[in-house]
């Protein structure tokens, strides 16, 4: 099955790009640079707000790709092989960047009456499914910014996990954390978001 | 149980790593908490939203690399040869 976010090919363009790789010719890199390039800088743009970091990103990605391409695994994609460099090329361009204090994010936590018992305010359903509220570009949009919003440890725990679906312990070591601070952080990520969404979920399509 | 620690045993509650005993309260929880029961589903739609609304973008942004860039790249790229 094919990994979220990857590029769909099909497996004689995956034979061809794998070729084109491992001979190492230009040409045939310049293809592959054009065909995810792209995509990869969408990837890139989540994991680094900068517009100019995000590019850098890419840059080192495919270098780093060239430079691997013997490496590169003839079983594998090549979409999956760019995706993963890419993402761990944002996640170092990430760590190099001086670190800025973050906001604490307590109060997008659910607020609950001082015993515990209930919540301060009644929880209101959302009119739609995700799927459906989702498919409206407006939304779509409004989701991301929402996600980008989350300070840094918690938005990258967010992003690996439940956006590149990658498990908790290569989480953990892409990170620098423990597997248990994956675990808190994104749970209190997901927490945060459900909180920063609910305005927009809460109102019926128009 | 009461609702705040429906919040912190959730995510174990969901991977099933949650006590015999303690997984029982849970759900007795739920049966009873109209609360709970709507802010298990909308942390499971949060999840979804957000894998979803990157996904579209991803495949949004399949147009092309900006030019600047992919010329950067191939310079970048020559000169590793």
């Known amino acids: 099955m094919a990994e979220r976010g990857q590029v769909d090919s099909t497996a004689a363009d995956e034979r061809e790009l794998a070729r084109g790789l491992r001979d190492g010719d230009p040409e045939a890199f310049e293809g592959i640079v054009r065909m ?24 080192e990605a495919f270098i780093s790709a060239f430079k691997a391409r013997k490496q590169f695994n003839a079983e594998s994609r090549v979409s999956t092989w760019l995706h993963r460099i890419a993402v761990n090329a944002a996640l170092m361009k ?21 015993d515990g ?65 994956v ?4 749970h209190r990520a997901r927490m945060a978001l459900r909180q920063l969404i609910a305005p927009q979920m809460e109102k019926r399509a128009s | 149980m009461i609702c705040r620690e429906v919040t912190e045993f959730l995510m174990d509650f969901q991977d099933g790593s949650l006590a015999p005993a303690v997984h029982k309260e849970f759900q007795l929880h739920l049966e009873r908490c109209a609360d709970c029961r709507i802010f ?30 992919l010329r950067a790249i191939m310079v970048a790229i020559r000169v590793q040869e």
């Open chain 1, 183 to 186: 675990k808190i952080r994104l």
């Open chain 1, 36 to 59: 995810f390039g792209g995509r990869l800088l969408a990837v890139t743009r989540r994991i680094l707000h900068d517009e100019e970091d995000a590019r850098d990103a890419v840059q």
């Open chain 2, 40 to 69: 298990i589903v909308q942390y499971q739609e949060t999840v979804k939203a957000g894998r979803q609304a990157c996904a579209e973008h991803s495949a949004d942004a399949a147009t092309e690399i900006p030019e600047e860039l």
């Open chain 1, 94 to 114: 990430l760590r190099s960047l001086r670190r800025k204090t973050e906001v604490s994010i307590d109060n997008l936590m659910p607020n609950f009456r001082d």
């Open chain 1, 117 to 181: 018992q209930h919540y301060v305010e009644p929880l209101v359903s959302w009119e739609e499914p995700a799927d459906v509220a989702v498919g409206r570009r407006e939304t779509a949009d409004f989701v991301r910014e929402q996600i980008s919003k989350l300070p840094d440890s918690y938005r990258l725990v967010l992003l690996m996990r439940d956006i590149e679906g990658r498990d908790t312990e290569d989480t953990a070591r892409e990170l620098g954390i423990t597997p248990n601070a």
